[in-house]
């Protein structure tokens, strides 16, 4: 088969929502808690506003531009659009019978139910009406729909009842078109709780849902006329930004410019209640300039994401997870500073279950430190009550020299990054917005600190960002080093990014784009040039995404010649394992479980001699032409054994939430006869708190003994 031919190459929309529906499925898993189910029925929900907001708003970009350009897998954005509607469709269905057939009866028979107005009893009906008159009346808004009032502009998923009314005492024209002055809009307030409470008397938690409540009672609203139908329905925008890097004078009033403009962006998705009439839908369509194909009718709850309040609101233990504390290891946990243990030897933490607390410490001392000369920093998804940005503003007003290098245009995190932009400068940091053209995606820190007669520079390296809340959902990797060449290097990279360096030579680390896909294509190459000389060869790579073709043909490439190859791609992957003559050595599997998988680590050569490096990258052209990213090798043989054996080792035996790419682009779940034996992220779990009860297990170098060398595991058994 060519290696050019569409056929070797899976859609990248496709493969994404093959990913969401694994996310979906964990919903559906009735071996989960009530609320760990209702938790993953979000996500996928949330998901899908996303996917919507960014990747179909391009598509029909691409189509309003004329564009007919395919992908590598022969797509076309017409045809790409036709396949993502028709599997959203069914996405949307099975979101709905997992709330509506699976875990609505669930919730039901513990005690929680979302009911009606309609189907309650008197009393209860009289408690609702009273808070609909005394809270929710006050702050609702009716938006008439006629000549003199245009249809209104609503925000991005925001909840709206559409309502067709009639003048008391008039009739309804003939036929089923709307007539003027029938149709009115009114938003459903996101200043009020979306779950009503309804007494009971028997202990059980009652909920109505806001909109529902609002429809009952809609007379009352519109005095004079008669309700003839309402129905919810919700908009989803264009949520990208539009931006001219090179002509904006001011990087940060251009985007702050833009976020005000993007709620208006086009929509791209009607969702509508299945309820309402043809006519009402038409009426919808023709005034948001949609066609047939953008809307999705669903039989249940919109915006399920706001489910997940029913678990805020219910604190009993057997409805949710284990609860989780991520173990703080002893060496970290004991030691009064930070920076003799770190000037030690490498360390590696592995998040979250070992503790993020390390590394919101060791900017926090660095801040406090008075042999802190300076500290600098890259912030991609700042938290909005950061630590970390806070103890660098401190460190500046202490007098420290600090560099923040803040992007400005993370998505969907881009007001928040601008408002610490603003706070940090505020306190004295010098604060940049990299490079124009590229993001800063790499996640690097460097603390130059004076000790004896000299000067030593820490460095920290992550996969994932200086967040702490999102370092108790994702799993990622914290490399602490001290070594001369890395600092090197950080220091040279900091100095590229804030001033107006040339890209310098690196000696440890590689840099995109000035070279990190051309290294990663030339250590597979590497591994085929061994396989074809007969000796060992070897790849192991974990990653959220894969999709740059050239680096997919030189894997298919190395798999011909003999090279055994293992990928961990949590979600997008448009490699086709297991190709006759093709990747009949390639194996692909994808991990979804409790914590998102977000870690980078990658594995060249047979695990005796293997090269391995962590990584801000993942393999997409983005990563390799549009951003600013870093890999590094790892040179302490214990954190290295670590990372083959227990990272990447453990992850490959998973076969209780693991699912197996198959040459047609669907997964599979992962399983062996009998139970379950290897749940990667339970291991995980187990093994760090293992660690902080102080038994051995590899961790640090210096305060803990690397398991006996093994080998990665090949098969499934």
């Given amino acids: 088969m060519d290696a050019n031919d569409p056929r070797m190459f899976v859609n990248r929309e496709l493969s994404w929502l093959a990913f969401n529906a694994r996310v979906l499925a964990e919903a559906r898993d009735a071996g989960l808690p009530p609320y760990e189910r209702l938790k993953f029925l979000a996500i996928a929900a949330s998901n899908l506003d996303e996917f919507f907001m960014v990747r179909v708003a391009g598509i029909k970009q691409q189509m309003a531009s004329g564009v007919t350009a395919t992908e590598a897998d022969g797509l076309s954005p017409t045809e790409q ?27 039901q028979s513990h005690g929680v139910d979302l009911v009606t107005p309609a189907g309650l009893d008197p009393e209860a009906r009289e408690a609702v009406r009273e808070h609909f008159r005394s809270v929710v009346f006050p702050a609702l808004t009716p938006l008439a729909v006629d000549p003199g009032h245009p249809f209104p502009h609503l925000r991005n998923k925001s909840l709206n009842l559409a309502v067709l009314l009639r003048r008391d005492g008039r009739r309804r024209k003939a036929g089923n078109g709307v007539g003027v002055g029938d149709l009115a809009v009114v938003q459903v307030p996101t200043v009020l709780s979306r779950l009503v409470p309804v007494p009971a008397s028997d202990g059980r938690q009652v909920y109505v849902l806001l909109e529902d409540l609002i429809g009952e009672f809609l007379g009352e609203l519109f005095p004079g006329f008669t309700v003839d139908h309402w129905a919810t329905f919700r908009l989803t925008r264009n949520w990208d930004l539009s931006l001219d890097e090179e002509e904006s004078e001011d990087l940060l009033s251009t985007i ?12 791209v998705r009607l969702e509508l209640d299945a309820r309402a009439t043809l006519a009402l839908e038409e009426s919808l369509r ?21 489910l997940t309040a029913l678990a805020e609101r219910d604190h009993r233990t057997e409805m949710r997870a284990e609860p989780f504390v991520p173990a703080l290891l002893p060496p970290l946990r004991d030691a009064e500073s930070l920076f003799p243990v770190l000037a030690r030897g490498d360390v590696l933490l592995h998040h979250p279950y070992e503790s993020f607390d390390p590394v919101t410490r060791f900017i926090e001392e660095a801040a406090d430190d008075p042999q802190v000369l ?27 020299q600090v560099a923040a290098l803040v992007e400005l245009k993370a998505r969907l995190d881009e007001a928040n990054n601008i ?11 010098h604060v940049v917005y990299g490079l124009i053209g590229l993001k800063t995606h790499c996640k690097l820190a460097l603390v130059v600190r004076r000790e004896g007669q000299g000067i030593r520079r820490y460095v920290h390296l992550g996969t994932g960002n200086y967040n702490a809340q999102t370092a108790r959902q994702y799993t990622d990797l914290s490399l602490f ?3 001369a060449a890395v600092a090197d290097d950080v220091s040279a990279l900091f100095n590229m990014l804030t001033g107006y360096a040339v890209p310098p030579s690196f000696k440890k680390l590689v840099v995109a784009p000035f070279g990190l896909h051309e290294r990663l294509l030339d250590l597979i190459r590497r591994e085929a040039d061994r396989a074809r000389r007969g000796e060992p060869a070897r790849i192991v790579a974990k990653m959220n995404s894969l999709v740059d073709a050239v680096m997919i043909r030189e894997l298919y490439a190395a798999s011909q010649a003999g090279v055994q190859i293992d990928l961990l791609v949590r979600s997008i992957c448009c490699l086709r394992p297991g190709l006759l003559g093709v990747s009949d050595n390639i194996r692909v599997r994808s991990v979804v479980d409790r914590f998102l998988e977000h870690g980078r680590v990658f594995a060249f050569g047979a695990p005796d001699r293997a090269d391995v490096y962590l990584s801000s990258a993942d393999w997409m052209p983005r990563n390799f032409e549009r951003r600013i990213e870093v890999m590094l090798p790892v040179e302490d043989p214990a954190i290295r054994q670590r990372l083959l054996e227990e990272v990447l080792g453990t992850g490959l035996k998973d076969d209780a939430k693991a699912s197996e790419l198959l040459p047609d682009g669907t997964y599979v779940p992962v399983r062996r006869e009998g139970p379950p034996r290897f749940r990667s992220q339970q291991i995980f779990l187990e093994r760090a708190h293992r660690l902080e009860a102080g038994k051995p297990d590899a961790v640090i170098r210096h305060a803990a003994a690397p398991e006996a060398p093994g080998q990665l595991p090949r098969t499934a058994g």
């Fill in 286 to 306: 023709h005034s948001l300039g949609l066609s047939l194909e953008d809307v999705y009718r669903s039989d249940g709850p919109l915006q399920l994401s706001d």
């Fill in 481 to 483: 080093t001290t070594r």
């Fill in 374 to 400: 300076a500290i600098k920093q890259t912030l991609y998804r700042i938290a909005p009550d950061s630590p970390i940005a806070r103890a660098l503003s401190r460190a500046a007003e202490n007098g420290k």
């Fill in 256 to 267: 702050q410019e833009e976020l005000r403009r993007r709620d208006r962006g086009m929509a």
């Fill in 81 to 107: 659009l036709q396949a993502i509607t028709a599997r959203v469709r069914e996405m949307s269905e099975e979101q709905t019978v997992a709330w509506r057939e699976e875990l609505l009866p669930l919730l």
């Fill in 419 to 429: 408002a610490w932009a603003r706070r940090m400068e505020e306190a004295g940091v």
